[in-house]
């Protein structure tokens, strides 16, 4: 193996990032590979459509396809895929982070939970998210157009979503710190209240489609019925480094299966999930050359590349200097762009 390996930082995909476009992607990298077959079958198993049936022969449809139950076991299997499907020869993984759901792939990634189980655990969460949806979420950013910083804006936001909450029914909380955006979950009034109160920007503010209040005190119902379900058993140390939702470091030498169980069917449910404190950590405690973000689709880009830029990491400084960078040599690679892809997987995809 070469000694001259690059440092790679691998973020791994939460929910929304399989849509139209993505159709496909799973049939397209890891068609008749052995953890698909037995996926399909654990899938079969339970009276559900395959995932390779969904991806390869059933036409998208968003009230099907974005579906808990479904749409959270097809991004897991497509950025499994792409995980495995690393140039180890190249890179160096030297931890592994993820957004919201991605921190469960980011679990099976770095060896703290087994790809099987892995599948049980997010299919589970997924069917009772969907089955309760308790709550929504909404989107909106706090970066100017060029994703430079503008903090009196996030400060603003977050005091306008203190003064809603428990106004007239209204429930109201910061659900995900996204790079230069923030999702808030709550209630319908509260998210209606909130939609209204908010300046139109783009296509902001946005409701995010069958999304249920994540990491807010309105999931206390699922983390309970979760916390019955799911027994620590399963979790290990994991194998490379792991960064969860506030930015804390999980290492192979001394985790606590026990409290990283308590954590994933926990506080990190119930409580805002800081993908960019989790972004920053990585690239200032473990100096990657490189970040790869795992597919599907590319939508997450943005979020890393506007985290990026508010760290100032090697020189951004806005939009313009990320966009420069990437076409010069890029530091950020999204599987999910063949182009940047390429620079990314072996030479023979992993089956």
């Keep these: 193996m070469s000694e001259t390996r690059e440092r790679l930082l691998v973020i791994c995909p939460g929910r929304g990032t399989y849509n139209a476009g993505e159709w496909g992607t799973l049939t397209r990298h890891a068609a008749g590979s052995d953890w698909l077959t037995r996926f399909d079958e654990r899938r079969r198993q339970a009276g559900l459509p395959t995932l390779s049936a969904l991806d390869g022969e059933t036409p998208f449809r968003q009230n099907l396809h974005g579906r808990g139950e479904h749409a959270s076991p097809l991004i897991y299997a497509c950025a499994w895929a792409d995980w495995l499907a690393i140039d180890r020869e190249r890179y160096e993984v030297v931890a592994v982070t993820g957004n919201s759901m991605g921190w469960y792939i980011a679990l099976a990634a770095a060896g703290a939970l087994g790809p099987d189980e892995t599948l049980q655990l997010i299919g589970t969460m997924g069917q009772w998210m969907q089955e309760t949806l308790a709550g929504g979420q909404l989107l909106y950013p706090w970066v100017d157009e060029q994703w430079r910083p503008q903090w009196e804006r996030r400060r603003e936001l977050l005091a306008l979503v203190e ?8 429930e109201l909380h910061l659900s995900i710190e996204l790079g230069g955006m923030l999702v808030f ?4 009034a509260g998210l209606a209240r909130l939609s209204e109160a908010l300046p139109p920007r783009e296509r902001f503010p946005l409701r995010l489609y069958q999304h249920a209040a994540f990491h807010t005190p309105l999931q206390h119902a699922v983390r309970e019925r979760a916390r019955a379900a799911f027994a620590p058993a399963p979790f290990h140390a994991p194998e490379v480094p792991m960064i969860d939702g506030r930015g804390g470091i999980w290492t192979p030498w001394s985790t606590d299966p026990e ?7 926990g506080a990190q449910l119930v409580t805002p999930y800081d993908f960019t404190a989790a972004v920053r950590v990585g690239v200032r405690e473990f100096a990657p050359q490189r970040i790869a973000v795992l597919g599907p689709g590319t939508t997450l880009g943005g979020a890393v590349a506007q985290a990026l830029i508010q760290l100032g990491w090697q020189g951004l400084t806005d939009k313009a200097a990320f966009q420069a960078r990437q076409a010069e040599d890029p530091l950020l690679l999204s599987l999910g762009i063949d182009a940047q892809r390429s620079l990314v ?3 023979a995809e992993a089956r």
């Design 163 to 170: 003064h809603i909450h428990g106004e007239e029914g209204a």
């Design 185 to 188: 979950g709550g209630n319908e």
């Design 345 to 347: 997987v072996g030479r």
């Design 259 to 265: 409290a990283l169980w308590d954590y994933t069917l």
